[in-house]
């Protein structure tokens, strides 16, 4: 099992604020679907699949995340703006890309900002991916001010 997390990104003033997402992933299990919230929230990837963002930039299945051979894989699974891995658009709109390898401190952008990126509702998700780190220990007094400081940004 791997244990993974996905924390908001921070560049600049663009952040669409969540709080850290943990998932486990076990080679051969069902991929961790993310998309756009519809109906329901789920945001804790240990008891369901499924990650959603209540941004309208992403599509209702817009990436897939799973384990194989003890590695994290990313792709997009045809959705219509977009996933980029360090900035670089890893399919064209519509079309399932290929797998591609995550690795610890890759920047994954779900998505591109729409009118702007000014409300949530119309922001990228942009992701800071961790992995295999000791996710035990305490966030440093300085992360938690930083973090404090951009939630008040998105708010």
């Known amino acids: ?27 051969g299990d069902t991929p961790i679907r993310i998309g756009r919230l519809s ?7 240990r008891s369901t699949n499924e990650i959603t963002f209540d941004t309208r930039v ?19 699974t045809k959705s219509s703006s977009g996933t980029f891995l360090n900035h670089v658009h890893i399919s064209c709109p519509g079309s ?16 591109v900002d729409y009118q702007g990126g000014m ?11 961790e992995i295999g780190r000791d996710f035990t220990q305490v966030r440093s007094p300085f992360s938690l001010s930083i973090q404090s400081t951009f939630k008040s940004f998105s708010t």
């Open 58 to 76: 992403l599509s209702r299945l817009h990436a897939e995340i799973w384990s194989d051979n003890g590695k994290i894989y990313i792709k997009d």
């Open 96 to 111: 399932e890309s290929a797998p591609y390898q995550l690795k610890d401190g890759d920047f994954v952008q779900l998505g």
């Open 39 to 45: 109906g329901h929230s789920a945001l804790d990837a």
């Open 1 to 27: 099992t791997h244990r993974i997390c996905l924390v908001p990104y921070v560049d600049s003033n663009h952040i669409f604020h969540f709080e850290p997402i943990f998932c486990d992933l076990t080679d």
């Open 119 to 129: 409300v949530d509702v119309y922001k990228s998700i942009r992701i800071q991916i």
